[in-house]
């Protein structure tokens, strides 16, 4: 008897070569086929008389041969009428061989399987699977569904659904380590993860299929969980190393701090006060503080960073603030330097785009120690820059990095004093469970609270076809001295459309608005020439700017009143919000007009009418995990924020809290059973494996 460690070469049928293309869909060991779960299921447990199939089911019927005749209407076709006495269907095929058109001779037998739909006369199915049966034969009716897995070139769904069946054999004999504490397994009151896997890859005829396609089966809960605790584990565990590590304390002197605040135009609000009291609090620590900063766009999130560079510099480190685009890079430089100048305090800039001369002197401001706040984009963790005492990284905006380049920034700024304290900040705000799975390894503090006085942006929905009067609003605004923004989304996931869908807008909108200085910003147009363009734009030498999503985040041009966004109803709520939040900065009364394609579906409808409803980015966010999922939210592609297998986190995070109650236990009593729960669910590969 095999091993569920064992090579999958220990499988009856599985050479050197299967194996290859087995470790194609990330199967390696016996125990993997175990975990490789049904994408869905096939119900062939009953054999449904003709009369009682409607159409919309997926099902095994079967019936004799009336007649089987090829016709030309249309395309060519292969008709097999059959019967069972109870009604009669058509077995439709596109794609047939001589040998199937002989096949169905009136009077043979033939079981199928397939979706029944409404054909031209009847009901019918399309390419069904089939059998065609001997005189004695009666058809194949199984006692489970039928799983089916995902596939990769070179294997069959048959030999899949073979080796899991050998796997399961193997496990019954000898099943896998019950991992959870048996506190938690009673807590949970779910079944053993034996039970789980034989269930979910052969449910019984039985099963209720709608529950195991919603994901919230027992079975498949009993999974999910052990799949959050172990992202979790693995998470907290990059924290607890952080915890053992070294760092500078920066305290205790806040004079330049209490300095800094003092010399505001304007009293931060409690919000801001309590965050900059619990970043004060951490950077205290001999342990570099890891903080998440979630604020609503417009919250004040830069004054909060700039405190905390207050509260290094006064403990004599260096702090660094980096942005992702360069835009927004200068943005804080204009800002900082506005607020430090007058403290004495020293700044330096480092860009892609500086010029040699200036890049040099900049580095060796940097690496001489005399730059106490570095402010800049990506370049600031290039190759050859050296920080004389790097005691703090903030990075603004940064939703789109995942836990990997988290970990890399901070082994980045070590130095020989140990790691730099980290804040990061971000616009997009998550619902708490979600933030308890995604950011495990951080500590998060919220900005709930606009600054007084900011008149909530005014939002309505409008079909497109009303464009021209938008246009006309748009002229009225900015020949009163006002700016507008005019946004054509990814139309497709092709970033040409894109592109063209924005063109044709500025044609549109340059031809309409002669008066007016019309300019165009995308995606593919090159860093320097479109950082030019928002420059003017943000001095005012632009009044209405198209622009495909490159404005989404952190821009500030207090003095445009007006966003339109296109295509409003293929959106995400979140982005959305996020480009209304560029609005509503000044002291004018802001508005945004989303424009819509006709026909709007329910959907649509009520996505569009959450925006009108509130300007609360966390209510935003709520519903638009609930209506698109966190890969949207968290930019999950991009960002390599682990994939889960089973777990869903929106459907599942309510786990979270029972989660970190057993992570607690776990990590009370054994170090053992946590690697083994974080081994199974993330591979040896692991970071948690190498740190
Ligand atoms: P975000 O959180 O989106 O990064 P910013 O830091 O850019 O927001 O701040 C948005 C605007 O609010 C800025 O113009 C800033 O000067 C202003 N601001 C920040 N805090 C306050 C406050 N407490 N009172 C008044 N205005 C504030
Ligand atoms: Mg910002």
Redesign the pocket.
């Known amino acids: 008897m095999g091993d569920l460690s064992d090579p999958l070469t220990v499988l009856k049928g599985v050479g050197p070569a299967l194996a290859k293309t087995l470790s194609k869909l990330d199967l390696h060991r016996v125990e993997d086929l175990l975990f490789f779960l049904p994408l869905r299921y096939e119900d062939r447990t009953t054999l449904h008389r003709i009369g009682e199939l409607k159409p919309g089911m997926r099902c095994l019927t079967s019936g004799e041969v009336l007649l089987a005749e090829t016709v030309y209407r249309g395309r060519r076709s292969l008709l097999v009428r059959v019967s069972d006495g109870s009604g009669q269907l058509t077995l439709r095929f596109f794609y047939f061989s001589r040998q199937q058109e002989a096949q169905f001779q009136p009077g043979v037998t033939v079981s199928c399987y397939g979706d029944v739909r409404a054909g031209p006369v009847g009901l019918e199915i399309v390419h069904p699977e089939y059998r065609v049966l001997g005189k004695e034969q009666s058809p194949v009716v199984n006692d489970s569904l039928t799983p089916v897995y995902p596939l990769t070139e070179g294997v069959q769904q048959g030999r899949l659904r073979n080796l899991v069946a050998q796997a399961l054999a193997m496990m019954r004999g000898n099943p896998p380590a019950e991992l959870l504490p048996p506190s938690v397994v009673e807590h949970l009151g779910l079944p053993t993860l034996a039970e789980a896997l034989d269930y979910l890859h052969t449910p019984p005829s039985n099963v209720d299929i709608q529950i195991i396609e919603s994901g919230t089966h027992p079975c498949q809960s009993r999974l999910a969980f052990e799949e959050l605790l172990a992202h979790y584990m693995s998470l907290r565990h990059l924290r607890n190393l952080a915890n053992r590590e070294a760092a500078m304390p920066l305290g205790p002197g806040p004079a330049l701090q209490r300095q800094f605040i003092d010399s505001?135009?304007?009293?931060?609000?409690n919000a801001?006060n309590r965050v900059i009291a619990e970043i004060s609090n951490d950077l205290k620590e001999p342990h570099p503080m890891m903080r998440l900063i979630q604020?609503?766009?417009?919250?004040?999130?830069?004054?909060?960073?700039a405190a905390a560079c207050a509260q290094a510099v006064a403990s004599d480190v260096q702090a660094t603030v980096m942005a992702p685009t360069e835009l927004l890079a200068e943005?804080h430089w204009t800002?900082f330097n506005e607020w430090f100048d007058k403290l004495g305090v020293e700044l330096a800039w480092l860009s892609g785009s500086q010029k040699q001369t200036e890049r040099k002197a900049s580095l060796e401001a940097i690496g001489s120690g005399r730059a106490q706040i570095v402010i800049g984009t990506h370049a600031l963790f290039q190759e050859g820059v050296e920080f004389s005492k790097l005691g703090l990284i903030i990075i603004?905006?940064q939703h789109r990095f995942g836990v990997h380049q988290r970990v890399a920034l901070r082994d980045k700024g070590k130095t020989g004093t140990g790691h730099p304290h980290q804040l990061v900040?971000t616009?997009t705000p998550i619902p708490r469970t979600l933030a308890m799975a995604a950011y495990a390894d951080l500590d998060t503090s919220v900005?709930d609270e606009l600054?007084?006085?900011?008149q909530p942006v005014s939002t309505i929905a409008l079909p497109d076809t009303r464009r021209m009067e938008v246009v006309e609003r748009v002229r009225e605004a900015c020949t009163n001295g006002q700016q507008a923004y005019w946004v054509c989304p990814l139309i497709d996931e092709s970033d040409v459309l894109d592109y063209q869908a924005a063109e044709a807008s500025y044609q549109m909108l340059s031809d309409a608005l002669d008066n007016l200085t019309v300019s165009l910003v995308h995606g593919r147009m090159k860093n320097a020439a479109r950082e030019k363009v928002m420059r003017a734009f943000k001095g005012g030498d632009v009044d209405v700017l198209v622009a495909t999503t490159v404005i989404e985040v952190?821009v500030?041009v207090?003095n445009a009143s007006l966003m339109i966004i296109e295509n409003s109803e293929r959106m995400g709520l979140s982005q959305m919000h996020q480009l209304r939040?560029r609005v509503g900065?000044g002291a004018e009364q802001s508005h945004c007009v989303m424009l819509y394609k006709q026909p709007l579906g329910q959907l649509a409808k009520s996505r569009l009418s959450v925006l009108r409803e509130t300007n609360d980015g966390f209510v935003v966010a709520q519903r638009d995990l609930e209506l698109r999922g966190p890969g949207e939210l968290l930019g999950t592609k991009q960002t390599g924020l682990p994939e889960y297998r089973i777990a869903n986190l929106v459907r599942d995070a309510h786990f979270m809290p029972t989660v970190q109650k057993a992570a607690g236990v776990i990590a009370g009593e054994n170090t053992e059973r946590e690697r083994a729960i974080v081994t199974r669910w993330l591979g040896n590969a692991h970071h948690y494996g190498k740190v």
């Open positions: 505001l135009p304007y009293q931060l609000t801001q604020g609503d766009v417009g919250s004040g999130k830069t004054v909060v960073a943005q800002g603004d905006e900040m616009a900005i600054p007084p006085g900011r952190g500030d207090p939040g900065r």
